[in-house]
């Protein structure tokens, strides 16, 4: 990731709590370092080597490299072709409808849903796969398509027809109720391999779920 990601994608909460946690990593290994007798501005050398070796670590393996719990972020899983197939199947997307992956991951959501006819936009917290995705889009020329580095629990998605993610157990009751209380009636919520609990599905086709808001 190049330094010039953060100041063509402006995002300053994100950007103060990524310095944040970089001064913590580094304050830790440093002070670790020094505990076991190197000289302070060898062990803050260490510790900033340390900091970057796990940052490379963590982003050659397309991992969220976040330890705050405030910007936390899951696995990246990509969606199979299969998947995304019944996706797009299950939302019936109308020309012009605007749809939004929330951890838009490599950005294949993302180009199928413009395909299909939507103003497609992503939200996505790994930096990493937002550079990977805008790439992806660029090289494929799909137009029509915006990536966003922000977390989805920081997003409004009142204006939006479609909302598709590849959740995780654990965050999905919490973004039910974030859904419910943001989107406007008629909105298709396209949840893949994991169902929102005490949702009840309008359609499921092979795990995937298919949400209408009332």
């Known amino acids: 990731m190049k330094l010039r990601f953060f100041f063509e994608h402006q995002n300053s909460k994100l ?4 310095l944040l ?18 000289a302070f501005y060898y062990a803050l050398l260490a510790g900033t080597g ?3 070796a796990i940052a490379c670590l963590f982003r050659w393996m397309n991992l969220p490299f976040y330890i705050l719990p405030k ?11 299969e998947q995304l197939e019944v996706m797009v199947k299950l939302a019936k997307v109308k020309p012009g409808e605007r749809s939004v992956d929330l951890g838009s991951g490599d950005g294949r959501v993302v180009e199928a849903f413009a395909q299909a006819g939507a103003v497609a936009d ?3 917290i790994n930096p990493g796969l937002v ?5 992806y889009l660029a090289e494929n020329k799909v137009k029509g398509t915006k990536i966003v580095w922000q977390s989805f629990w920081d997003a409004d998605l009142s204006d939006y027809d479609i909302i598709t993610v590849y959740g995780y157990p654990s965050i999905m009751k919490g973004l039910g109720k974030k ?18 609990p005490r949702w009840q599905a309008d359609q499921e086709e092979d795990s995937v779920y298919l949400y209408i808001q009332k």
């Open 50 to 52: 340390a900091f970057l």
């Open 179 to 196: 859904l419910r209380a943001e989107l406007k009636p008629g909105a298709r919520v396209i949840s893949n391999q994991f169902p929102f």
């Open 15 to 18: 950007f103060q709590l990524y």
């Open 71 to 81: 910007i936390s972020g899951a696995v990246y899983v990509p969606t199979t072709a």
């Open 21 to 38: 946690q970089a001064l913590l990593i580094i304050s830790v290994f440093t002070l670790f370092f020094y505990s076991v007798g190197f």
């Open 131 to 135: 550079e990977q995705s805008e790439e």
């Open 122 to 124: 992503g939200l996505e």
